[in-house]
Nanobody
Framework: QVQLVESGGGLVQPGGSLRLSCAASGSIGSIYAMNWYRQAPGKERELVAAITSGGNTNYANSVKGRFTISRDNAKNTVYLQMNSLKFEDTAVYYC??????????????WGQGTHVTVSS
């Protein structure tokens, strides 16, 4: 009923930047929180950044001051601007959204993930 599609991942050198996008589509009534998670090889998935429908944000300590989450409610899209990338930022990044469908069903939806590799 709701699909999340991420884009913008890739290979970048340390110190570089990438911008991830995640567009939600389908039977969307309302989107509440939108989040970015990541999972590095051999590690558990962790919350990177979150943004409420009102624009309040929260970040993992490891990315504060380097990453910025934003959203365009008119486009049902969330972004993650990643600057000063480090080797340890290498991971699969997943978009997540708390959605109420047009049928008033509350869903926790996930994208398929996009790979970010930081390497020299």
């Amino acid at each position: 009923q709701v699909q999340l599609v991420e884009s913008g991942g890739g290979l970048v050198q340390p110190g570089g930047s990438l911008r991830l996008s995640c567009a939600a589509s389908g039977s969307i009534g309302s989107i509440y929180a939108m989040n970015w998670y990541r999972q590095a090889p051999g590690k558990e998935r962790e919350l990177v950044a979150a943004i409420t429908s009102g624009g309040n944000t929260n970040y993992a300590n490891s990315v504060k001051g380097r990453f910025t989450i934003s959203r365009d409610n008119a486009k049902n899209t969330v972004y993650l601007q990643m600057n000063s990338l480090k080797f340890e930022d290498t991971a699969v990044y997943y978009c997540n959204a708390d959605v109420k469908t047009t049928s008033r069903v509350r869903l926790n939806s996930w994208g398929q993930g996009t790979h970010v590799t930081v390497s020299s």
